[in-house]
């Protein structure tokens, strides 16, 4: 994800449309009272919300570029107090504390290439939280006609900044190009049904309280988007039954 570095500039302006899961998050560090450990914190599009309500926020990410830029941004907002910005890999946070509530939004962990670092990214998050804590994050399964109507495509998202998705679905990996002038990046995202989530969460000694399809807490049927909250599974449970087990 250090990668990052070469649209930290862009980033904000790139993704100025996506705003439909800030109050979700808001909610659920306002639920925890807090602190919250944000893994992929970026430039702070979540944390700094979080933390104009008064809830600490432990970010961490890989990009030093996205951190400067946070860290900007909780300036301009008067919550740089409340914002503790740390380079690390989301496997490995540099987190000695432990939380009630870990997050990791906007599909950051299918920036993980498999199945094995997807697992280390999950024990490391529940490794973080406090008794009864949660971890809450969003991915997604594209849909076949999502594939079709992107596929290949220079589109152009915001002004002058655009984007080309390139879908692998039998490797089910997404390559995403964006461009804005000089800054460009490439990076790949690798994607999950839900079944194959819901094993790797009981793997890494985790259990979904609450599966949702979209962050008006809609229930999640089998769309694209899925929203996992997350607690450590209880010594010697078996796993879970429900809505993520019904999951496809």
């Not at 008067?78 to 540099?94: A, K, Y």
């Not at 006609?145 to 290949?152: R, S, V, W």
Request: proline share 7%.
């Amino acid at each position: 994800m250090a990668g990052y570095d070469a649209i930290a500039g862009i980033y904000d302006p790139w993704s100025r449309s996506v705003v439909e899961d800030i109050d979700f998050y808001v909610e659920e560090a306002l639920h925890s009272g807090g602190p919250v450990v944000e893994l992929a914190v970026g430039t702070g599009r979540i944390a700094v919300p979080i933390a104009r309500r008064g809830i600490r926020v432990i970010g961490v990410d890989q990009s030093e570029g996205m951190l400067a830029v946070a860290r900007a941004y909780a300036e301009r907002e008067g919550v740089e107090s409340l914002l503790d910005l740390r380079v690390g890999d989301l496997r490995r946070p540099p987190v000695g504390e432990r939380v009630p509530l870990v997050i990791c939004p906007f599909r950051s962990l299918l920036h993980l290439p498999n199945e094995g670092q997807k697992l280390e990214g999950l024990r490391a998050a529940r490794a973080l939280l406090e008794p009864g804590g949660r971890l809450v994050f969003d991915v997604f399964s594209p849909s076949p006609e999502d594939i079709a109507e992107t596929q290949g495509l220079w589109l152009e998202r915001e002004p002058q900044i655009f984007e080309r998705a390139v879908w692998e679905e039998s490797e089910r990996r997404l390559t995403l190009s964006v461009r804005s002038g000089a800054a460009a990046t490439t990076m790949a995202l690798h994607w999950l049904p839900a079944r194959e989530w819901a094993r790797l969460l009981d793997e890494a000694g985790l259990e979904a309280i609450d599966t949702f399809g979209w962050f008006d807490r809609r229930p999640f049927t089998g769309g694209e988007d899925m929203i996992w909250v997350c607690r450590p599974r209880p010594p010697f449970a078996g796993r879970p039954r429900g809505a993520v087990e019904s999951a496809t």
